[in-house]
């Protein structure tokens, strides 16, 4: 059965509408964009990280050291460092290791997945890991071995 409108619940929800407004643009949620000097700058169009609200999403971190290096063929040593540029962007973006509820790891050998959870549980408190999916892929540099991306919850600013 169709619900009868009538003038006066017209009027009540236009006179909502503009309080509703007003409070969407006191509480609405900025998006700030976290940046870190200490992990090299992504060369395509990306933010290392982008803040909205509490949440941080960090961009796919690749095992660039801060001079650029790539420890090639060293699955540990990239994973390692992709840990250390990730604590990085998280501290900028007002966040830890400790907050984030989500990562996702891109291998390029799966055969590197026994290395790689041996590695990630070093960074992690047992018991309070973040959810997770590892999948392997191809990645845009031949000798990345790994990027890892996460999401975590950040303090309010």
Known sequence: MARKTTKKSVRKAAA???????????????????????????????????????????????????????????????MHQVMANIREILTAGGSSLDKVAKVNVILTRISDFGAMNDIYRQYFKEGNYPARTTIEAPLANPDFLLEIECVAEASRA
């Not at 660039?64 to 090639?72: E, H, L, R």
């Open 16 to 78: 909502k509408k503009p309080a509703a407004r007003r409070e969407a643009a006191r509480g609405s949620i900025r998006k700030v964009i976290a940046s870190v000097k200490n992990v090299r700058p992504s060369r395509v169009p990306l933010s290392q990280a982008v803040r909205v609200g509490n949440i941080l999403f960090v961009s796919g971190t690749t095992p660039y050291a801060p001079d650029s290096s790539i420890a090639k063929g060293d699955f540990a040593a990239q």
